[in-house]
């Protein structure tokens, strides 16, 4: 299996004045961080709140060239290359004066592609993120849990082999994220896309993922690499499992160490 | 359902309450004339208002539709020049930081200067009356649009950078609607300055119109009459403001959602 997306040695600081006058020139974000995602994989970060996980999503994305190290997607330099990803921030963005529909369609509007046929082709993906029937809704009307489906299914529709999900279920109560947890498992195991997938929650890492990296605090790198050896398709009783456990206090060992 | 009742209460309530506090001036107005044996010419009574207000209504009317006619007109020009103005402002830098001064000189320039000034450059027709309306309503509507568009949703604007927007797409796509909640603020601002800037705009002399009628009204002393117009002109200000605010209702609540 041929890595989609290829990280070496990425160093990341912010200039500010803020730390200037704190004494330092500048914030060390992420250091030494170097990873391979390799295609249709679900790898996720796992770090704890500042030690520079979404900053590390925005670089992958594209969005800043300030940093050292390269990185690299479907084997381009993303230095000289434009490579489109899939990209969910950490704040949903949906526009509330745009129907769900709208809102979904939004990548292909901006592209110009042929939204009538789009708005066909996309009939089963709406049933299966359960949004039929809200299609016409605006999103101030939607839970929680919906506007996040409505985030993940535009994010579905930008171009690009790669998901770079930040946090998306960050803002979600404890049930509805164990709902969402479950959903996004069986349609990604359908699906199956290449997915960068961010958290802070432990359990929710080791659920969804095929390898977890745990990152330190600031500046983040990542110290270690855990394989999740659990069958796919996976289920909730996963977690009942002593193994899911082990997982989860090699993590918690490692973080308390920083 | 409940909750919404509620709130409807409560609103209407808070409504009230500006409609007694001026009922209870009016009584306390009608209260000193009559104690007080003031002569009408320097105070009439609210009572003596009214009668004004009905005695000329065929001169009030005429003079109203003059002067409304100035204010709508001038007031459409000047949102139509400010959106203009406003979107050049927002999308551009250097356009906002060249125009900015410029606009703000302008509304330092007293309208009591301008508008003779108005009048011997371009007589004593419709043109001078609705140029002054424009100057007093553009700016608030170019300003408040301009704010709301470079108002910057980063999140935002990194989305559709990365879904690969052009410049004019952010702008037209997302930019405009976040603005339109601050136009409408200016609007608002517009709405209310745009009779008072066509009845300033009168002063200085006019076939018809209610300044050119509050002048002869004062001239002649008959001062329940220059009441009965200014009483008009609250009016007319009330309503066009009343209007646009029925249109943002409509437009931003409705079809935006936004708050
Ligand atoms: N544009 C910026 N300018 C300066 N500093 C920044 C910028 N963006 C992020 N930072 C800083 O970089 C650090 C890492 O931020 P980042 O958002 O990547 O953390 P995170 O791991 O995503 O945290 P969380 O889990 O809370 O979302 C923080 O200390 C933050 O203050
Ligand atoms: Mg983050």
């Known amino acids: ?258 | 359902m409940k909750k919404s009742q509620n709130t409807g209460r409560n609103n209407g309530r808070a409504d009230l309450l500006p409609v007694g506090i001026v009922l209870a001036v009016l009584v306390f107005w009608q209260l000193i004339v009559s104690w007080g044996d003031i002569p009408p010419y320097i105070l009439p009574s609210p009572i003596m208002v009214l009668k004004a207000l009905f005695d000329e209504k065929e001169l009030l009317l005429t003079h109203t539709l003059a002067t409304l006619n100035e204010a709508l007109v001038g007031f459409s020009l000047a949102v139509v020049l400010g959106m203009i103005f406003g979107i050049l402002m927002g999308y551009s830098e250097p356009f906002r930081r060249a125009l900015y001064p410029i606009f703000i000189i302008t509304q330092t320039i007293p309208i009591i200067v301008l508008a003779p000034l108005f009048a011997i450059w371009f007589g004593f027709g419709f043109l001078p009356k609705i140029l002054i309306v424009i100057l007093v309503c553009f700016f608030p509507v170019a300003v408040t649009f301009a704010q709301g568009l470079i108002k910057a949703d980063e999140d935002m604007d990194q989305l559709l950078k990365v879904m690969g927007a052009k410049r004019w797409q952010a702008f037209r796509k997302v930019r405009i609607p976040q603005a339109l909640p601050s136009l409408f603020s200016g609007l608002k601002i517009a709405a209310t300055y745009s009779i008072m800037g066509a009845v300033i705009s009168e002063w200085v002399g006019a076939k018809s119109g209610l300044g050119i009628f509050m002048t002869r009204a004062m001239s002649s002393f008959r001062t329940s009459v220059l009441f009965a117009d200014v009483f008009v002109i609250i009016v007319l200000s009330l309503g066009i403001y009343k209007a646009v605010e029925i249109i943002e209702k409509k437009i931003i609540l409705r079809k935006y959602n936004i708050r």
């Open chain 1, 1 to 258: 299996m041929k890595n989609i997306i290829e990280i070496n040695r990425l160093n990341k600081e912010f200039l500010n004045p803020e730390a200037e006058r704190q004494g330092e020139s500048s914030l060390k974000v992420l250091k030494d961080v170097s990873l391979s995602v390799s295609e249709n994989e679900f790898v996720t970060l796992l770090g704890p709140s500042g030690c520079g996980k979404s900053t590390l999503l925005k670089l992958i994305a594209g969005l800043d060239a300030t940093y050292e190290g390269s990185i690299f997607l479907s084997g381009k330099d993303l230095r000289s290359n434009n490579v489109p990803v899939c990209y969910m921030l950490q704040k949903d963005c949906l526009m509330p004066w745009r129907t769900v529909l709208s809102n979904i369609l939004m990548p292909v509007e901006i592209k110009k592609g042929n939204l009538k046929k789009a708005r066909e082709d996309i009939k089963p993906l709406i049933d299966e993120f359960g949004l039929s029937g809200f299609e016409n809704y605006l999103p101030g009307k939607l839970s929680g849990g919906m506007r996040q489906r409505v985030a993940l299914l535009r994010t579905y529709l930008m171009e690009g082999s790669i998901m770079l999900l930040d946090e998306p279920f960050g803002a979600l109560d404890e049930i509805t994220r164990i709902q969402m947890q479950d959903w996004l498992i069986s349609v990604w195991e359908r699906h199956k896309k290449t997915v960068l997938f961010v958290t802070h929650d432990l359990d929710e890492a080791i659920f969804l993922s095929d390898r977890v990296l745990v990152m330190s605090t600031r500046p983040g790198t990542i110290i270690k690499e855990l394989r999740i050896y659990f069958a796919r398709p996976r289920s909730r009783d996963m977690v009942l499992d002593p193994k899911f456990n082990e997982y989860k206090r090699e993590i918690l060992k490692l973080l308390s160490e920083g």
